[in-house]
């Protein structure tokens, strides 16, 4: 069973900053691509930023230069650095990781539960 567990979301004023963590635990052979995608009341659930298990990175237009992916291979974690805050930020972010549990096994997509983050103007 693997579970991902998302932090670190919160009420900043814009400009501010705040970095989301996404851990997955359970068992894991490997992890592929890792994502936080966010969605606002209302809309639907867009993809944020995108980091492969080489390090090459994507990022959506609206956060280009703002927003930062990282992630801790060793921990299985992604990170999403995000400064610079404005209140079109305001969204549940969630990460969405590819895992494969075993040896041999097929990639399956898992979601965490979403962090609310709330950008005051």
């Known amino acids: 069973q693997v579970q991902l567990v998302e932090s670190g979301g919160g009420l900043v004023q814009a400009g501010g900053s705040l970095r989301l963590s996404c851990a997955a635990s359970?068992?894991?052979?490997?992890?592929?691509?890792m994502d936080w995608y966010r969605q606002a009341p209302g809309n639907q659930r867009e993809l944020v930023a995108r980091i492969f298990n080489g390090g090459s990175t994507n990022y959506a237009d609206s956060v280009k230069g703002r927003f930062t992916i990282s992630r801790d291979n060793a921990k299985n974690t992604v990170y999403l650095q995000m400064d610079n805050l404005k209140p079109e930020d305001t969204s549940v972010y969630y990460c969405?990781?590819?895992?494969?549990?075993?040896?041999?096994?097929?990639?399956?997509?898992?979601w965490g539960q979403g962090t609310q983050v709330t950008v005051s103007a």
């Open positions: 969405n990781a590819v895992i494969k549990e075993y040896r041999g096994g097929y990639d399956r997509s898992y």
């Open positions: 359970g068992s894991i052979f490997s992890i592929n691509v």
